[in-house]
């Protein structure tokens, strides 16, 4: 079954200022991502905007990736939802398009019990042949997986890893004392990629690698190569691009880097707004300095 690892981009669903799936666009970033290296594609999750498609958005955003990709990397798609009987319709919906896993965040503004949690995950799972990486935010949604609920769930044949964007690097050290050696731990916060793959990560999931994936993608390959001085300066080149997230209305700040990039992210769905002209002109600069335009 798919073990999570390496880079993988939390991809961003491209918008036209008609607000509809900009198709094209997409495809695009695709081949974009595959071409600088990525591991994986993550479609529809955080960076995504998994709250704001319609199931339909969202099965054709899956549909678009998985022929784009054509078997180059494995496609993940989030189909998380507030209730377990959403994220199964989902999920399946996903399996049908020929998605090779799927990512399920934690359910949002409920706040359920562990044990609400495990039969959420466990029901989930069972009705799927797809392998399931979990996902907790608990900045975002106020839910929490602790470690022995995660020791509990890893013991489920489908469910093979977790994406951890706590930013919490003692609960990231607990999964990873708490799971089985082949259970994937990806980092969920591209600040940590260096520290969690010091620790036992598998990868990251990173929104960053939309802009620039060779640049994430080095922090993953220079560790491998036991090159940790490389690797480093490649996690504190990646960092300032990271800290730019709150230069907007997330997720704004990386569809608008795409665009400054000739990449066409487009617009967030409202009520998320454009950045201002004085933070887009920050942003340019950013990315200058990080040599992706001119």
Request: proline fraction near 5%; avoid cysteine.
């Amino acid at each position: 079954m798919l073990q999570p690892y390496g880079i993988i981009p939390a991809m961003v669903t491209p918008l036209t200022h008609q607000d509809e799936l900009n198709e094209l666009a997409l495809r695009n970033l695709t081949t974009f991502l595959i071409k600088n290296g990525v591991h994986g594609l993550f479609v529809t999750g955080s960076q995504g905007e998994f709250w704001a498609f319609s199931a339909e958005e969202k099965k054709r955003a899956w549909e678009i990736v998985v022929e784009e990709a054509n078997g180059r990397v494995p496609v993940y798609a989030g189909t998380a939802a507030v209730t377990t009987r959403e994220a199964i319709a989902l999920t399946q919906i996903a399996e049908k398009v020929g998605i090779d896993a799927v990512s399920l965040l934690t359910p949002f503004f409920i706040n359920p019990n562990p044990d609400e949690l495990y039969d959420h995950y466990r029901a989930i799972a069972a009705a799927t042949s797809l392998p399931v990486l979990l996902y907790t935010n608990p900045d975002r949604t106020n839910v929490k997986i602790s470690a022995a609920l995660l020791a509990k769930l890893s013991k489920i044949d489908n469910i093979v890893g977790i994406k951890d964007s706590s930013g919490d690097l003692t609960l990231t050290t607990e999964y990873l004392s708490s799971v089985p050696e082949d259970f994937s731990i990806v980092m969920g916060r591209d600040t940590l990629i260096f520290a969690g793959l010091l620790h036992g990560a598998k990868g990251a999931i990173a929104a960053t690698a939309n802009v620039v994936p060779a640049l994430v993608v080095s922090i993953y390959e220079y560790f491998k190569q036991n090159d940790l001085k490389a690797s480093l300066q490649a996690q504190e080149a990646l960092a300032p691009l990271r800290m730019a997230f709150t230069w907007g209305t997330f997720p704004v700040v990386i569809k608008e880097a795409l665009d400054l990039i000739g990449l066409e992210g487009g617009p967030s769905r409202a009520p998320v707004g454009a950045m201002t002209p004085a933070q887009r002109e920050r942003l340019k600069n950013l990315l200058i300095e990080l040599k992706m335009i001119q």
